[in-house]
């Protein structure tokens, strides 16, 4: 549910020092304030998940905050084996917690599909999906904003791929061929819902990039992961496995996830000097 802030349909008051809001046909609700507002309240959400609910607050006239330039670009790639992969060689992992917790929703998630339906088991089983679910997002949440600030403050520009969907079926379907049955299963699961960040992890990137005043540049994957960044030959060849990469005609032996990097880097300088100067 939706409520603007305008004619007098919802109010988010803290003048006591303790937060309250006022939703229009609800009344004044006490709420637990993760932050300060900024800038002027524009609507007021409230959502619920799970047993939790939530008020979500949209601002609007909130002053940038610009950081100072660091004469740094990089260019990003989703891993295949790790979270995100820079052009400088830097593999940024999920967290042991958030990979645990996957681990643990993809396992409710087979026992809910073993469960009879209507049963009561169903019905707890599904609880604890919702439960972990809302986990989850909220660890993948906190993790995407601390990697996408540390990026967005130690460079002024940063190119990444572009979200497309085959990227994920790509990554999915190279870890269902590993050995074992119901490992490679789980496996699978699992790797779905952790790759599930990476449109979170860019949007997050985006507003904080824009409130930074940093320039973000997407670049299209195609090739990006097969190219040598050594000698400028491309072919699907080069990719030894998920992994590895190794180049056909001058030998350069790297990771794949860091090769992608490199080529996102060099393909958004591309495109950024080739644009007019606005
Ligand atoms: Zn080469």
């Not at 339906?117 to 972990?132: C, E, M, T």
């Not at 299209?220 to 400028?232: E, I, K, L």
């Amino acid at each position: 549910m939706e409520w603007p802030a305008d004619r007098d349909g919802c109010r988010w008051d803290s003048v006591t020092g303790e937060h309250r809001v006022y939703l229009q046909g609800v009344g004044h609700v006490r709420v637990h304030r993760h932050r300060p507002i900024a800038g002027r309240v524009k609507t007021l959400s409230v959502k619920r998940e799970g047993r939790r609910w939530y008020v979500i607050v949209s601002c609007e006239d909130v002053s940038a905050a610009p950081l100072p330039p660091t004469g740094r670009a990089v260019g990003i790639g989703l891993g295949v084996a790790s979270f995100v992969t820079t052009s400088d060689g830097e593999q940024i992992d999920n967290p042991r917690h958030l990979r645990a917790a996957a681990d643990q929703l993809a396992e409710a998630q087979q026992a809910l599909a073993r469960c009879q339906r209507g049963s009561n088991r169903r019905k707890q089983a599904r609880a604890r999906v919702a439960a972990l679910h809302g986990k989850v997002r909220r660890q993948r949440l906190d993790h995407a904003h601390k990697v996408a600030l540390a990026l967005v403050r130690r460079h002024d520009v940063i190119c990444h791929e572009a979200l497309r969907i085959a990227n994920m079926a790509r990554s999915a379907r190279g870890t269902l061929a590993e050995p074992g049955r119901n490992v490679a299963q789980k496996a699978g699961l699992n790797r779905s819902i952790l790759d599930a960040g990476w449109g979170v992890f860019l949007s997050i990137l985006t507003a904080k990039a824009e409130s930074a005043g940093r320039t973000l540049i997407a670049v299209d994957p195609a090739n990006t992961s097969r190219t040598c960044p050594s000698c400028g030959h491309c072919g699907a060849e080069n990719r030894v496995t998920q992994a590895a990469f190794r180049c056909l005609r001058c030998g350069l032996d790297t990771h794949a996830d860091l090769v992608g990097a490199v080529n996102v880097l060099r393909a958004g300088l591309a495109r950024r000097d080739a644009a007019p100067a606005a």
